[in-house]
């Protein structure tokens, strides 16, 4: 089916009903608890083309594939590679990419026993980060609680995934006092770190320990704010506009990776303006600050 966008629409872009229908039609998949639309389509801040992101919640060891690989082939006109969960790796377990008449629909498995017990563990101050290709700072296990707390179910025939939507209103305060408790305490480990292979000239490691370092102080803010905070992409500027951030956060922090040479004395130059700015985040996530 190539007919995915409605008479007169952008090819790129898929109309509400359009979108409702095929979230409906994966409800009814054996195995699959809701659909949930998230990304930048989710908060409204897309571009013109941008994916439509489709979370797939799923009952472990219940997600019939094989309907899910049918249902592909006849939205998309062809077979389409829908994988098993766990497909694409331990923390994106999986999924399928249409190409619906020029749109772009992701569809993105998550184990809906796994977030709950994320849920749990977040209200109890505790979280874990693993590694995910595509995800270079790695993915926090709160990360599955952002999406669906900002997201948009679209289908939900029992209900299920819009009661646990509305318990992830609130960002957990034990995860805030966690995520900037860590936060105080890595990013100058890091930092110390980055300075002693700025001496050697190794500017790979340093940019490697500012990434994460930057990262940190990312989620960190978001945490202050009582804001989740999902992946890395438009992580900086998204902490820009945090009322905690301080002054020029995004201008800062964007100029850490600015090529600036690579010898020792650049490198050092680099790491003093990145222990200013930690040094700004972490007085700003002081319990005090407030």
């Not at 646990?164 to 305060?173: I, R, T």
Request: charged share 25%; net charge negative; with cysteine.
């Amino acid at each position: 089916m190539n007919e995915t966008s409605g008479h007169g629409a952008d090819p790129g872009e898929l109309g509400e009903g359009e979108l409702e229908r095929i979230a409906g039609r994966l409800a009814e998949v054996a195995g699959v608890v809701g659909v949930c639309l998230g990304g930048s389509r989710a908060r409204g801040a897309h571009a013109a083309g941008s994916d439509y992101d489709l979370g797939l919640y799923y009952r472990p060891g219940r997600l019939d594939t094989d309907a899910l690989r049918r249902l592909a082939a006849e939205l998309c006109g062809r077979p389409v590679e829908v994988t098993e969960p766990g497909g694409w790796g331990p923390w994106v377990d999986g999924g399928a990419w249409l190409d619906l008449g020029g749109a772009r629909v992701d569809w993105l498995y998550r184990d809906v026993e796994r977030v709950r017990r994320y849920a749990a563990e977040a209200r109890a101050g505790r979280y874990e980060t693993g590694r995910q290709a595509g995800h270079p700072y790695g993915v926090p296990s709160y990360a599955y609680l952002g999406e669906l707390a900002v997201g948009r179910v679209l289908a939900d025939p029992t209900g299920e995934l819009s009661t646990l939507k509305d318990e992830l209103a609130v960002f957990p305060a034990a995860l805030a006092r966690t995520v900037t408790a860590d936060a105080a305490w890595e990013v100058p480990f890091l930092l110390a770190a980055a300075h002693k292979g700025a001496k050697r000239g190794d500017a790979g490691y340093v940019a490697g320990c500012l990434f994460h370092a930057v990262g940190l102080l990312a989620h960190a803010l978001h945490a202050r704010a009582g804001q989740w905070l999902i992946n890395e992409k438009g992580a900086i500027a998204a902490s820009s506009r945090l009322p905690c951030a301080p002054v020029e956060f995004e201008r800062r922090a964007q100029a850490l990776f600015a090529p600036a040479g690579t010898g020792p004395a650049q490198l050092a130059a680099v790491l003093d303006a990145a222990d200013a700015l930690s040094a700004d985040v972490l007085a700003a996530c002081r319990p005090e600050a407030e």
